[in-house]
């Protein structure tokens, strides 16, 4: 995430970082456009489909996670679940196992994020944190490429952390606690 890598790059690899924690078979990347998700990374090349696998909000498992902004686990038989929603083109519609985390950025669901296992598969502990986590920072990950580099590099932590956490633009005085 710290690389300078575009941000398709960088979900990818996120993907495969994921894939290789989990051993899953597929993971998919979802993000919002308007009131749809739209895939935008996959482990394996769909080229074809990023961009263009689309769903509504609250369709399907994944609309599901996004409306709900759960984490969602089925060990078992995923594709019989009533949400589920059938992508003809995707093989990995069959596979058995699902589990799905929100992408959360600044408190806003903006996409999510799927991992699927052919075979059944009890999702650990460790494997349900880490989702949850990636989708939180790959949520940041969208936040700060949205950012300028120029923005990037005059940031001043340091008061951000003095003003409270709160978003202080350059040049805006710190009011003083004490009311001088």
Same mark, same amino acid.
């Given at each position: 995430?710290?690389r %300078?890598l575009?941000?398709?790059?960088t @979900?990818h &690899?996120i993907v495969k970082?994921?894939?290789?924690f989990? /051993?899953?078979?597929a993971?998919?990347?979802?993000l919002?456009?308007?009131d749809d998700l ?5 482990l394996?090349?769909?080229p ?9 909000i ?21 594709y019989k ?6 992508f003809?083109?995707l093989? %990995?519609d069959s596979?058995?196992?699902? @589990?799905s &985390?929100?992408v959360?950025?600044?408190?806003r669901?903006v /996409?999510v994020?799927?991992v699927q296992?052919?075979?059944?598969h ?8 880490l989702?949850t986590t990636v989708?939180e920072q790959?949520?940041?990950?969208l936040v700060?490429a ?5 923005l990037?590099e005059?940031?001043n932590h340091?008061?951000?952390?003095w003003s409270?956490?709160?978003i202080v633009r350059?040049?805006e005085?710190?009011?003083?606690s004490s009311?001088?």
């Amino acid at each position: 995430m710290v690389r %300078e890598l575009s941000l398709a790059e960088t @979900l990818h &690899a996120i993907v495969k970082l994921v894939q290789e924690f989990t /051993g899953c078979d597929a993971c998919f990347i979802y993000l919002i456009d308007g009131d749809d998700l739209v895939l935008c990374s996959s482990l394996r090349p769909h080229p074809a489909h990023i961009g263009k696998v689309r769903m509504r909000i609250g369709e399907g498992l994944t609309g599901w996670v996004a409306r709900e902004r759960r984490l969602l686990a089925i060990s078992a038989e995923a594709y019989k679940d009533p949400r589920f929603k059938t992508f003809s083109d995707l093989p %990995e519609d069959s596979y058995e196992a699902f @589990l799905s &985390a929100p992408v959360i950025a600044r408190n806003r669901v903006v /996409g999510v994020i799927n991992v699927q296992h052919r075979l059944p598969h009890r999702h650990s502990g460790a494997e349900m944190e880490l989702l949850t986590t990636v989708g939180e920072q790959v949520g940041c990950l969208l936040v700060v490429a949205r950012m300028s580099p120029a923005l990037i590099e005059q940031a001043n932590h340091a008061e951000l952390v003095w003003s409270g956490g709160q978003i202080v633009r350059s040049g805006e005085a710190l009011s003083d606690s004490s009311g001088a």
